[in-house]
T-cell receptor, first 112, second 109 residues
């Protein structure tokens, strides 16, 4: 099992450009999450999907959109990137909302 | 929403000593309290978790205690080893998790 996979691993964007971060899990989990981690800080929840067909805002949703494409895949879109969105983005999945979360390897995004 | 505070931000101990990290939370409805370990450049990984109907849980050298009345929970690591050096995060929630800001633990050989 690959667990949780994310693409790309690294990305550099210019201010105003858009991109989509992809996440997939092969553990048949119901819940999926997107976090950002800024240097020296904890993880902040951007959006989550408690089950297929549902999405909810987390702590820091502004500037982002998500799509739960199917049970396996959960994508994060930046419509107009800003330097404040420079961060490491982690996707995670769990069997249910408050069960162990398994994290992907992360995407390091730099916006110049 | 939930607010989680974590202390200390850095902790340095000698190999073999114990380490304690403390977290407080604000939402009395939170019922799940995991602890994650993150090594440099790696993804966070769960090391232990506790639910609100349990006061203490232990797994070998690691233990977590929960005080629901005071709304705080703690991670205890005994007989620390150099490979315990990492950043540790607490979290709390009942539908989505709110993470603390992390504790950088350094175990000196």
């Amino acid at each position: 099992n690959a667990g949780v996979t994310q693409t790309p691993k690294f990305q550099v964007l210019k201010t105003g450009q858009s991109m989509t971060l992809q996440c997939a899990q092969d553990m048949n989990h119901n819940s999926m999450y997107w976090y950002r981690q800024d240097p020296g800080m904890g993880l902040r929840l951007i959006y989550y999907s408690a089950s297929e067909g549902t999405t909810d805002k987390g702590e820091v949703p502004n500037g982002y959109n998500v799509s739960r494409l199917n049970k396996r895949e959960f994508s994060l879109r930046l419509e107009s990137a800003a330097p404040s969105q420079t961060s490491v983005y982690f996707c995670a999945s769990s069997d249910a909302p408050v069960y162990e979360q398994y994290f992907g390897p992360g995407t390091r995004l730099t916006v110049t | 929403g939930e607010n989680v505070e974590q202390h200390p931000s850095t902790l340095s101990v000698q190999e073999g000593d114990s380490a304690v990290i403390k977290c407080t939370y604000s939402d009395s409805a939170s019922n799940y309290f995991p602890w994650y370990k993150q090594e440099l450049g790696k993804r966070p990984q769960l090391i232990i978790d506790i639910r609100s109907n349990v006061g203490e849980k232990k797994d070998q050298r690691i233990a977590v205690t929960l005080n629901k009345t005071a709304k705080h929970f703690s991670l205890h690591i005994t007989e620390t080893q150099p490979e315990d050096s990492a950043v540790y995060f607490c979290a709390a929630g009942r539908r989505a998790l709110t993470f603390g800001s992390g504790t950088r633990l350094q175990v000196q050989p």
